[in-house]
Nanobody
Framework: QVQLVESGGGLVQAGDSLRLSCVAS????????MGWFRQAPGKERDFVGA????????YYADSVQGRFTISRDNAKNTVYLQMNNLKPDDTAVYYC????????????????WGQGTQVIVSS
């Protein structure tokens, strides 16, 4: 089991970039698939992207493909979400999550969640 803490959110303008970080406690971090999800006000929590335990496989939602990049540093127990060319529609609380399953877009596959970090993109 890991505990997850996100950081790096904030208020930015459209076109700006942000990098979110998620630090995990525990020694098993390198065995987990890690995912990023986001939840806008009044909406469901949606998949953003995921990265395999080795970092060799990544998946992205169509809405962020080409703008967002997930990476991880297993030596630092950290997963990152680099967000470029941000749009107002990217405004949401962003959550990282951990899964024992192979790299997945499915929310139910993730059983460890952080508390989230708010991202607001103004137009």
């Amino acid at each position: 089991q890991v505990q997850l803490v996100e950081s790096g959110g904030g208020l930015v303008q459209a076109g700006d970039s942000l990098r979110l970080s998620c630090v995990a406690s525990g020694r098993a971090f390198s065995t987990y698939t890690m995912g990023w999800f986001r939840q806008a006000p009044g909406k469901e929590r949606d998949f953003v992207g995921a990265i395999s335990w080795s970092g060799g496989v990544t998946y992205y939602a169509d809405s962020v493909q080409g703008r967002f990049t997930i990476s991880r540093d297993n030596a630092k127990n950290t997963v990152y979400l680099q967000m470029n060319n941000l749009k107002p529609d990217d405004t949401a609380v962003y959550y990282c999550a951990a899964s024992r399953a192979p790299t997945s877009r499915i929310k139910a596959a993730y059983d460890q969640w952080g508390q989230g970090t708010q991202v607001i993109v103004s137009s």
